[in-house]
């Protein structure tokens, strides 16, 4: 499967931005798929994560409450709702997809080695 990330920007503290991982090659109805996010000098990091087997979601403490992950097989795609936007979400985002039924988790994390395909990443910006 490959994948293609969008909806990225600059915005301001407080906004929203509502990013989209769209697939090809593949059905994305047997992946579960992860947004991971790295900022300028620092790892990459799990944001959040939705499963194939009943659509279970998972995020980071950081983001619950503003972001949302969700998913349409029927258009192939996967979305990252972020409201409430703040500087420290600046980054680059991208979606990744792990062949499997659920978003498999390491103390509590996702990590990114379980995940078998990556997007291409998109920019996020938050500033004033």
């Known amino acids: 499967v490959q994948l293609q990330a969008s909806g990225g920007g600059l915005v301001q503290p407080g906004a929203s931005l509502r990013l989209s991982c769209t697939a090809s090659?593949?059905?994305?109805?047997?992946?579960?798929i992860g947004w991971f996010r790295q900022a300028p000098g620092k790892e990459r990091k799990g944001v959040s994560c939705i499963s194939s087997r009943d659509g279970d979601t998972y995020s980071t403490d950081s983001v619950k409450g503003r972001f949302t992950v969700s998913r349409d097989n029927a258009k192939n795609t996967v979305y990252l709702q972020m409201n409430s936007l703040k500087p420290e979400d600046t980054a680059v985002y991208y979606c990744?997809?792990?062949?499997?039924?659920?978003?498999?988790?390491?103390?509590?994390?996702?990590?990114?080695?379980?995940?078998?395909?990556w997007g291409q990443g998109t920019q996020v910006t938050v500033s004033s």
């Open positions: 090659g593949s059905t994305l109805d047997n992946y579960s």
């Open positions: 990744a997809a792990i062949s499997g039924a659920v978003c498999y988790l390491r103390n509590s994390m996702l990590v990114p080695a379980y995940f078998d395909a």
